[in-house]
């Protein structure tokens, strides 16, 4: 009997000091993947292969970190809302190029896609507290821009980027006038568990009931359930039911902690979305939804200026493209 009870403490002394030192070893290899396996670092495309204009932005974190980001216009002279967009963990900015290309389509909007550090062409490598330096700055810079409407910038964050998201529109409250959540997580300390399921026992956020001796480990907590109850802005939260990578629920644990404090959130569901795909695969009825509440909290301002602008760029555009093509103006 006594051997038997030595053998269990021993087991689970093992597992233990084995989740130790995963977590110690390995955790920025789970938390941050910049290079997919079998791929480089370096960017696939650029908008210029999806003919979009834009504009390679660099910038400066406040540590002095090197940082690039591509910055995506409907028309040269666009107006609308800006969406600063921070991406999933895995991949970089070139890998949700195509996703980018329909949304300035749907939205008639800008977008503003960062590398965080460590990801594409920035320099460093990635932490929480430098990743969400490297936040602020992009938002810096698009607040200072005179070629956009600096009131309707709206920040949206998909599974990683939606917790990096989150902490830069509660602290510009400001700066950013609504925040855009999908398929993200309430904290990686809850995510820990789902990834490796016996770190349960040792690891979990705010709301776990675990005895979390084993939170100390981790780096980078990106504790987005005690954030998102502090955002004073507008917030619409976007979730796939068939997320294969963090449980639906923690969206709803989101919305519920935001809900609380903000009446202004908005939860909607999509069937048939995965973690990767709920954009593309919720298909129209996604694009109105996002498009509804830009509507409703970033309406369009009665610039008729803004508007001729971009209404002759698009003329020109057709024409030019008509000329090239040798199609005879003026017949159907």
């Known amino acids: 009997m006594v051997s038997y009870v030595n053998a269990l403490l021993y087991g689970v ?3 233990v000091v084995a989740g130790m030192a995963l977590l110690v070893a390995l955790q920025e290899r789970l938390v941050y993947v910049p290079v997919l396996p079998g791929l480089t670092k370096s960017y696939p ?34 107006r609308g809302p800006t969406l600063l967009f921070f991406q999933e963990n895995a991949g970089n900015i070139a890998h949700r190029l195509e996703m980018v290309r329909i949304m300035l389509q749907k939205l008639q909007c800008n977008v503003f896609m960062l590398s965080y550090r460590g990801y594409g062409a920035s320099e460093g490598y990635p932490s929480q507290h430098g990743i969400i330096k490297d936040a602020q700055v992009a938002l810096d810079h698009l607040s200072q821009r005179t070629d ?42 809850d995510m820990a568990g789902v990834l490796l399921p016996f770190l349960k026992w040792f690891i979990g956020g705010s709301g776990s009931k675990g005895p979390k001796a084993l939170n100390f480990l981790v780096r980078s907590p990106w504790s987005t359930i005690d954030v998102i109850g502090e955002v004073k802005q507008p917030i ?14 923690h969206m709803q644990m989101l919305y519920a902690k935001a809900a609380a404090h903000n009446k202004q959130c908005v939860f909607v ?48 555009k057709i024409l030019n493209y008509l000329t090239a093509r040798q199609v005879p103006l003026g017949r159907g």
């Open 269 to 316: 569901e999509f069937p048939t979305g995965m973690h990767m795909d709920t954009w593309l695969t919720g298909g129209d009825n996604y694009w109105r939804t996002v498009q509804e509440f830009l509507q409703q909290h970033v309406p369009a301002k009665n610039d008729d200026e803004s508007s001729h602008t971009d209404r002759a760029w698009l003329s020109s």
């Open 45 to 78: 495309i650029t908008p210029a292969r999806l003919r979009l204009t834009y504009e390679d932005v660099w910038l400066h974190s406040s540590d002095g970190v090197r940082l690039h980001a591509w910055f995506i216009k409907l028309f040269p002279h666009c």
């Open 236 to 249: 619409l939260f976007l979730s796939g039911l068939q997320d294969e990578m963090i449980p639906p629920s």
């Open 13 to 15: 002394g093992g597992l």
């Open 148 to 189: 956009i409407d600096t009131s309707r910038i709206v920040v949206f964050g998909r599974s990683l980027g939606g917790a990096v998201g989150t902490v830069v529109t509660k602290n510009n409250p400001d700066k950013v006038a609504a925040l855009i959540v999908e398929n993200t997580f309430t904290s990686i300390l």
